[in-house]
């Protein structure tokens, strides 16, 4: 990613602190009409203080380009140029050539500038859209594996589009709320929504004689299947090893190892407990067995959305964050429209 620093303005900082160009371009006006005021009420340009132009100057150069830099430079130009004099006291006005130069200078500090900072803000732009194609493209050959792994035993086809719908609106609803506000954001919400359908992919380990069993499982078994939570969190651990600091994928292992954890801490892997349970891990719980429940299956036939959402709700404070579960009641009817208009 390209990093850029135009005397001390980068574009990107710029960007998250959601600064609007238009305000940037008032705030170098009105600094230049201070200063303007600042180098009369000291004396005139026999002193530094018309320097300090060159701080607006910056500001507006590195952050809208060589057009507006201009204009503002000949306007900051003006202001201590002919109407400006030398000795405020000695009513000296300037010479032509000194305020010309100045003038001139300043158009130069603004184009070299705007030129840089134009430049490496396309340069910025055009590495963004590259790494977005590249994440895209390494998301869809994830996703491709994915629907590859639920192939082998999901019989409703829409099962990891719904999940990730779920998730998505379990995070929406809980920002809503004073305790979460400062820890989920817009990025977490896309996060999730592409990490939720990696829930599973452990499966791909599981042999066909228990994934595709269609009867309860014995205890054997069962300690088998359980195993695809680990074995879906250390695929993604040796692909996170290629692409560290990758948010979607740190969020996708911890959805995948810790998504059958207990809020009392009776689950597993290792029995995790409470808020010691990824938030993410703890959204999935919810999204996965309420569609599970939804859904028939080789071995049980499908709830209604009234029997899933009892169920889940015994399981308040037991199998699942209370929190979690009192958003899943409070738009259960979005829960169940999901369900009955996703299609593959």
């Known amino acids: 990613m390209v990093k850029t620093w135009i005397l001390g303005v980068n574009p990107m900082l710029l960007s998250r602190m959601k600064i609007k ?6 705030l170098s006006y009105v600094l230049s009409t201070i200063i303007f005021v600042i180098v009369y009420l000291t004396g005139g340009t026999r002193k530094v203080y018309t320097n300090l132009m060159y701080i607006p100057i910056s500001i507006i150069s590195s952050t809208t380009g060589i057009k507006r830099a201009v204009i503002h430079a000949i306007y900051s130009g003006l202001l201590v140029g002919p109407v400006m004099p030398m000795n405020v006291e000695a009513g000296i006005r300037q010479d032509f050539f000194n305020w010309f130069i100045r003038l001139v200078i300043y ?6 500038i705007g030129f840089f900072a134009d430049y490496y803000r396309k340069e910025f732009e055009i590495n963004k859209r590259k790494e977005e194609e590249l994440a895209d493209a390494q998301y869809s050959v994830i996703y491709s594996l994915v629907k590859l792994a639920e192939s082998r035993d999901d019989n409703t086809g829409a099962h990891i589009e719904r999940v ?16 979460y506000k400062g820890y989920i954001n817009d990025s977490y919400i896309e996060n999730i929504y592409k990490a939720a359908p990696l829930h599973d992919i452990g499966k791909v380990g599981i042999p066909d004689r228990i994934l595709l069993k269609p ?12 195993t695809h939570a680990v074995i879906g969190a250390n695929t993604l651990k040796e692909v996170i090893r290629k692409y560290p600091d990758n948010r979607l994928l740190e969020m996708g292992i911890s959805i995948t190892n810790y998504h059958h954890e207990w809020w009392d801490g009776t689950g ?25 429940l939804r859904s028939k299956r080789v071995y049980k036939e499908a709830y209604t959305h009234e029997e899933a959402v009892t169920i889940i709700k015994e399981g308040r404070g037991t199998q699942f964050d209370p929190d ?21």
Do not use: C, H
């Not at 160009?21 to 008032?26: A, C």
């Not at 990730?164 to 305790?179: N, V």
């Not at 597993?268 to 599970?292: C, H, Q």
């Open 21 to 26: 160009k238009r305000d940037l371009i008032i």
């Open 107 to 112: 158009i130069i500090i603004a184009t070299v």
């Open 164 to 179: 990730a719908l779920f998730s998505k609106i379990i995070a929406e609803k809980l920002r809503e709320i004073p305790k």
């Open 215 to 226: 009867s309860k499982l014995n205890e054997e078994e069962y300690e088998i299947m359980k």
């Open 268 to 292: 597993y892997p290792e029995g995790l407990k409470g808020t010691d349970i990824p938030l993410s891990a703890r959204i999935m719980a919810v999204a996965d067995v309420y569609d599970a």
């Open 324 to 344: 979690i579960v009192d958003v899943l009641l409070e738009n259960q009817d979005e829960f169940d429209y999901v369900f009955k208009n996703t299609v593959v």
